[in-house]
Structure formats: C-alpha cells, structure tokens
C-alpha cells in the first residue's frame, strides 16, 4: 500500500513579527540541508488563499513546526493552524524561541478575550470552536520542544535544529524535550 505523498514535508507556523527573519533562516537551511525532499511551508511564499491555509496544514503536510515566540498564542491563524494538525493528527514539533513560555491555564481560560479577532478564524471552519481552540492550547503543553538557547542564536545552532527536525534527534547542543 502506497502512501500519497505530503507537498510539504514542514509547515513553519510562526508569528512573522516575532520570529519571522528566524523562520526565514531556517527554511533556507532545511531546503540547503540535502535532506528534505518535500516543500518547506513558509506564509509569505507559499499562501495563496488564506482560506486554504488549514487545508494545507490537513492535507499537504508532513510536520507542523510550531516556531514559538511569545506572540505565538496571539495570532488566531497560527491557533488555527495548530488545532488544524491536532485534528488532523499531523505530527507536530514545537521551537521553544528564548522569549517563549507554554501557554498558561489563565491565557486558555481567557482566549476568546485575549485574542480579540479569534472568531474570524473559527467562525467558518467546520469543527474549530473556542473549545477546540482551548484544547489546542492544553495539547501544544504535551508536544515535543526543542528550546533554541537563550541570547545570540548562532548559524550552528540553527544547523542543530535543522538535524533534529530531519533526523529525529539533536547533536546535544540545542536542549530538547524529545529525546
């Protein structure tokens, strides 16, 4: 039995103003790295119908990478896109960015106020509801995270994560809750 294959072997999920230069980065290793032989998804190059995004993360990835700033919990789509790969079971890896912290009960309880545009998201999406969003949040707590080092992020660690999100494990240098 063949499996079809996904377009995109990693979807970058991140917030563009927090992380946005980081993801850039980043694709450009794991697309140079000789080791990723699928698309890397990444908004700005590859969207071209915001209402095809969750489609996307359902149907034509591999990964999420979850590319966590602090910001990431205040962007409805990035939500979205996270309650999408949980529903649709796709494997999902979160990037812990030095700034990052899991989201905390009082932010779950509260989402629906905290992010003001979050309906625009949901609204129309079969099977997205502010619970599905709540419990999205509580399950992004159990995923595997690489935490990238705090201060100066160097090109070689960079070149850990993309070995880790390749190859399944990290060289040491990057702390990981994976392994």
């Not at 190059?45 to 995004?53: I, R, V």
Request: glycine share 6%; with cysteine; net charge neutral.
């Amino acid at each position: 039995c063949r499996h079809k294959q996904k377009r995109f072997q990693f979807f970058l999920c991140h917030h563009k103003a927090g992380v946005g230069a980081f993801v850039r980065l980043l694709k450009m290793r794991l697309v140079s790295s000789g080791r990723v032989r699928h698309e890397v998804f990444v908004d700005t190059d590859n969207l071209q119908n915001l209402t095809s995004l969750f489609n996307t993360v359902a149907h034509e990835t591999g990964t999420l990478v979850v590319v966590a700033s602090h910001e990431i919990f205040t962007r409805p789509w990035c939500i979205g896109e996270m309650c999408t790969a949980k529903a649709n079971n796709i494997p999902t890896i979160v990037v812990g960015m030095p700034d990052y912290s899991e989201p905390s009960d009082e932010l779950i309880d509260k989402l629906g106020e905290v992010v003001s545009d979050l309906d625009s998201v949901y609204r129309d999406t079969s099977g997205m509801t502010l619970t599905n969003l709540q419990e999205t949040l509580r399950w992004v707590r159990s995923l595997p995270r690489i935490d990238m080092p705090k201060g100066a992020l160097s090109l070689e660690n960079v070149d850990d994560l993309v070995h880790h999100l390749v190859c399944g494990k990290a060289s040491g240098r990057l702390l990981s809750a994976y392994e």
